[in-house]
């Protein structure tokens, strides 16, 4: 959408302002505090993409273009959290053979990690002598995996012309379902993009992308064909499209043994894809992708010299401008290194797909550049097999088959360890966690005004600065008593608590304690309430869009809220100087994590915790969780948990009303809450009894 950055700008100038901003910011308080908010988070991307633009231009020669790529590489190995160090054994076996005639097709199995199985089909040419140029087919996400009949065309056309495929399932599709119950025989969480969420968002916590565990199949794949005779070492190559080809993408990257990529249905820009679409699948949302100056485009100068073809459906939804924009950056990349001749863009007037012109020019890349050109590119009649005579296992499935471990449980040992190995937070580790500067600026009101008395409380309407170049609304509450008792933040973050936030009348719990005689601050943070996600498209809902968003961003809804918090904390300070009034803070719902991080980090005397988790550990070690996108802080557990957090807020009591268990279910006792918390009871933490806060006793 377009921005209104500059408004919103204007908005936070309004105390020294002159009459012209101070009508800018008229108007920029009278858009819906959601629009806003949203011009705000699209400015954030706008400079993000600009300083990724500007490191790109200053890439000129070939010298500098290749130390681009290599920086490239490193940010995006950073960004997934690295690849597996240890390459065990792969335990690779044949388990059945399909004769047709000129192809035949090799049903196969493979550990990619100790215990994680890949289920594979091997398409080898029987005529021709050897040995054979090598693709590994990235499969798209399609149910099917591997076996989706678009896929197959690819797959046998190229065995056809003298190319050994490897054709492999990516996690939770095909024979790789993660979640699959054997009582209803498919996924308990939905095939595909369900599954990478559900499954990825985890993976956050533990500092790693989801992504990390598709490249490494990828790695795996090729060290399975270097086992093979009739493979060419040399003459190794990666298609795949729509989840394919970001597959295809992130091995051009982290690869280097790759000799001739093609991406189908996924190059775009993110300029195009942010404003259009939005973010998509985990696998391709790399935590501070974004922050970290990157965009499609390096991608494919990552890649360089190795010859690169990009095909692009224009009215695909990945949108083909930006496709366009991408190459025409690429272009002069490879030209500047001498290997314009190695990179190219195939279109094609159709919708998202691999559709016959697209396969087609995929095969005459690899073919230019394997086989000089021969055997032409049209692609003739296929015969497609069904996905049962396709099968790797006698089952079907990995998990029945070989009780395959799955990327929940390799995430799990991951942040089992990081627990017993992480320092104790600090401080500053948690400053840089939650990307919160050494100082905040002093809080400051842009917008001020009665909006009359809320069942006799005195109320003001305010814009709290909470960030730059964006304000936040807030109601402040007064007690009746000339001495109030102290001070009170409230953030609800429950859905029931938009429609409250919606008018001018405070909630319950902003009214309850200002009765007992606190300045009560109720604030709208941001990704609740008024800001909770409102953009949705693609399938996704718009909780992970405003989550996926902030995660490219390099940050996090709750490293927001934090701020947020903190930020509303100090401006009740200044309002209430005492320093012997009471401090509370008050949260719920999404907001409570965010809530912890705050008094860890600021001196409250009281922590009323609402309906929220009281565990990361809990969150990761859940299979089937219950749990927001806005909830999930990439690299919490490299840092600390909510636990320690809770402790670390002491001499502050911390008060639990109603917690919930990773899996929706309300803690009750102090065994189960012990239980979900998994380390040792804070003394300053008290467990509510009952349904009500003691103070609506």
Same mark, same amino acid.
């Given at each position: 959408?377009?921005?209104?950055?500059?408004?919103?700008?204007?908005?936070?100038?309004?105390?020294?302002a002159t009459p012209q901003t101070q009508?800018?910011?008229?108007?920029?308080?009278?858009?819906?505090?959601?629009?806003?908010?949203?011009?705000?988070?699209?400015?954030?991307?706008?400079?993000?993409?600009?300083?990724?633009?500007?490191?790109?231009?200053?890439?000129?020669?070939?010298?500098?273009?290749?130390?681009?790529?290599?920086?490239?590489?490193?940010?995006?190995?950073?960004?997934?959290?690295?690849?597996?160090?240890?390459?065990?054994?792969?335990?690779?076996?044949?388990?059945?053979?399909?004769?047709?005639?000129?192809?035949?097709?090799?049903?196969?199995?493979?550990?990619?990690?100790?215990?994680?199985?890949?289920?594979?089909?091997?398409?080898?040419?029987?005529?021709?002598?050897?040995?054979?140029?090598?693709?590994?087919?990235?499969?798209?996400?399609?149910?099917?995996?591997?076996?989706?009949?678009?896929?197959? =065309?690819?797959?046998?056309?190229?065995?056809?012309?003298?190319?050994?495929?490897?054709?492999?399932?990516?996690?939770?599709?095909?024979?790789?379902?993660?979640?699959?119950?054997?009582?209803?025989? /498919?996924?308990?969480?939905?095939?595909?993009?369900?599954?990478?969420?559900?499954?990825?968002?985890?993976?956050l916590l533990t500092g790693t992308s989801?992504?990390?565990?598709?490249?490494?199949?990828?790695?795996?794949?090729?060290?399975?064909?270097?086992?093979?005779?009739?493979?060419?070492?040399?003459?190794?190559?990666?298609?795949?499209n729509s989840g394919g080809g970001t597959?295809?993408?992130?091995?051009?990257?982290?690869?280097?043994?790759?000799?001739?990529?093609?991406?189908?249905?996924?190059?775009?820009?993110?300029?195009?894809?942010?404003?259009?679409?939005?973010?998509?699948?985990?696998?391709?949302?790399?935590?501070?992708?974004?922050?970290?100056?990157?965009?499609?485009?390096?991608?494919?100068?990552?890649?360089?010299?190795?010859?690169?073809?990009?095909?692009?459906?224009?009215?695909?939804?990945?949108?083909?401008?930006?496709?366009?924009?991408?190459?025409?950056?690429?272009?002069?990349?490879?030209?500047?290194?001498?290997?314009?001749?190695?990179?190219?863009?195939?279109? =094609?007037?159709?919708?998202?797909?691999?559709?016959?012109?697209?396969?087609?020019?995929?095969?005459?890349?690899?073919?230019?550049?394997?086989?000089?050109?021969?055997?032409?590119?049209? !692609?003739?009649?296929?015969?497609?097999?069904?996905?049962?005579?396709?099968?790797?296992?006698?089952?079907?499935?990995?998990? /029945?088959?070989?009780?395959?471990?799955?990327?929940?449980?390799?995430?799990?040992?991951?942040?089992?360890?990081?627990?017993?190995?992480?320092?104790?937070?600090?401080?500053?580790?948690?400053?840089?966690?939650?990307?919160?500067?050494?100082?905040?600026?002093?809080?400051?009101?842009?917008?001020?005004?009665?909006?009359?008395?809320?069942?006799?409380?005195?109320?003001?309407?305010? !814009?709290?600065?909470?960030?730059?170049?964006?304000?936040?609304?807030?109601?402040?509450?007064?007690?009746?008593?000339?001495?109030?008792?102290?001070?009170?933040?409230?953030?609800?973050?429950?859905?029931?608590?938009?429609?409250?936030?919606?008018?001018?009348?405070?909630?319950?719990?902003?009214?309850?304690?200002?009765?007992?005689?606190?300045?009560?601050?109720?604030?709208?943070?941001?990704?609740?309430?008024?800001?909770?996600?409102?953009?949705?498209?693609?399938?996704?809902?718009?909780?992970?869009?405003?989550?996926?968003?902030?995660?490219?961003?390099?940050?996090?809804?709750?490293?927001?809220?934090?701020?947020?918090?903190?930020?509303?904390?100090?401006?009740?300070?200044?309002?209430?100087?005492?320093?012997?009034?009471?401090?509370?803070?008050?949260?719920?719902?999404?907001? /409570?994590?965010?809530?912890?991080?705050?008094?860890?980090?600021?001196?409250?005397?009281?922590?009323?915790?609402?309906?929220?988790?009281?565990?990361?550990?809990?969150?990761?070690?859940?299979?089937?969780?219950?749990?927001?996108?806005?909830?999930?802080?990439?690299?919490?557990?490299?840092?600390?948990?909510?636990?320690?957090?809770?402790?670390?807020?002491?001499?502050?009591?911390? =008060?639990?009303?109603?917690?919930?268990?990773?899996?929706?279910?309300?803690?009750?006792? !102090?065994?189960?809450?012990?239980?979900?918390?998994?380390?040792?009871?804070?003394?300053?933490? /008290?467990?509510?009894?009952?349904?009500?806060?003691?103070?609506?006793?």
């Open positions: 959408m377009p921005s209104r950055a500059l408004l919103v700008l204007a908005a936070t100038l309004v105390v020294c009508r800018e910011a008229h108007a920029a308080q009278d858009a819906t505090p959601a629009a806003r908010f949203d011009d705000w988070l699209d400015a954030q991307a706008e400079q993000a993409l600009s300083n990724g633009a500007r490191k790109r231009s200053d890439a000129s020669t070939a010298e500098e273009i290749r130390r681009r790529a290599t920086e490239v590489r490193r940010q995006v190995l950073e960004a997934m959290g690295g690849l597996p160090a240890e390459r065990a054994p792969l335990n690779a076996r044949i388990t059945g053979r399909l004769d047709r005639g000129d192809y035949r097709i090799e049903r196969l199995v493979f550990e990619s990690l100790p215990g994680f199985f890949v289920a594979a089909n091997l398409y080898v040419p029987t005529t021709g002598s050897g040995p054979f140029p090598a693709l590994l087919g990235t499969a798209g996400h399609s149910d099917e995996g591997k076996a989706a009949p678009i896929y197959q =065309h690819v797959w046998i056309s190229l065995a056809r012309r003298g190319i050994i495929v490897l054709a492999y399932d990516p996690p939770g599709q095909g024979e790789r379902l993660e979640y699959f119950d054997p009582a209803t025989g /498919t996924s308990r969480v939905g095939i595909g993009t369900p599954e990478h969420r559900h499954a990825g968002q985890q993976c989801i992504a990390r565990y598709f490249a490494w199949d990828g790695v795996r794949a090729i060290d399975y064909l270097l086992t093979r005779s009739d493979v060419d070492p040399k003459r190794l190559g990666v298609a795949g597959q295809t993408a992130w091995l051009a990257v982290v690869e280097e043994r790759l000799s001739a990529i093609n991406s189908s249905c996924y190059i775009t820009s993110w300029a195009e894809l942010w404003k259009e679409r939005g973010p998509q699948d985990m696998e391709q949302v790399l935590p501070g992708f974004l922050a970290r100056g990157l965009d499609f485009s390096d991608l494919i100068i990552a890649a360089q010299p190795r010859p690169y073809l990009v095909s692009s459906a224009i009215q695909d939804f990945f949108p083909i401008d930006g496709a366009r924009a991408t190459m025409a950056e690429v272009r002069r990349a490879y030209e500047a290194i001498d290997a314009a001749d190695r990179v190219a863009h195939a279109e =094609h007037d159709d919708k998202h797909g691999w559709s016959q012109p697209l396969r087609e020019a995929a095969y005459a890349w690899f073919q230019k550049w394997w086989r000089g050109g021969a055997a032409g590119s049209a !692609e003739g009649d296929v015969t497609i097999e069904t996905a049962e005579a396709l099968r790797a296992t006698p089952t079907g499935q990995v998990a /029945t088959a070989f009780e395959s471990r799955t990327i929940f449980d390799v995430n799990l040992d991951r942040a089992r360890r990081l627990k017993q190995t992480r320092s104790s937070a600090t401080p500053a580790s948690l400053r840089a966690l939650l990307q919160l500067p050494d100082e905040f600026p002093a809080a400051s009101a842009v917008h001020r005004e009665d909006v009359g008395p809320t069942r006799g409380l005195r109320t003001e309407r305010l !814009e709290l600065t909470v960030d730059t170049n964006l304000t936040l609304r807030a109601l402040l509450v007064h007690p009746r008593e000339q001495r109030p008792r102290g001070t009170v933040l409230v953030a609800d973050g429950r859905e029931s608590a938009e429609s409250e936030n919606a008018s001018d009348e405070p909630g319950e719990a902003a009214r309850a304690w200002a009765e007992r005689g606190y300045v009560a601050l109720e604030l709208n943070v941001r990704g609740a309430g008024l800001l909770a996600p409102s953009r949705q498209d693609g399938g996704y809902s718009s909780d992970y869009q405003l989550a996926a968003r902030a995660w490219l961003l390099g940050t996090s809804v709750v490293a927001w809220q934090a701020r947020d918090l903190l930020t509303g904390l100090a401006f009740l300070e200044q309002q209430l100087p005492d320093p012997a009034s009471e401090r509370v803070l008050h949260v719920a719902g999404i907001v /409570t994590p965010a809530g912890l991080f705050a008094a860890a980090q600021n001196d409250v005397n009281a922590l009323w915790v609402e309906e929220g988790i009281v565990s990361y550990s809990d969150l990761a070690a859940t299979r089937d969780y219950r749990a927001p996108a806005r909830l999930f802080l990439p690299g919490v557990l490299e840092v600390t948990d909510l636990p320690e957090l809770m402790a670390l807020a002491a001499p502050a009591t911390v =008060h639990l009303v109603r917690p919930l268990a990773a899996d929706g279910e309300i803690i009750r006792t !102090e065994a189960h809450l012990r239980r979900r918390m998994g380390s040792a009871f804070p003394d300053n933490v /008290t467990l509510e009894k009952g349904d009500r806060l003691l103070f609506r006793n």
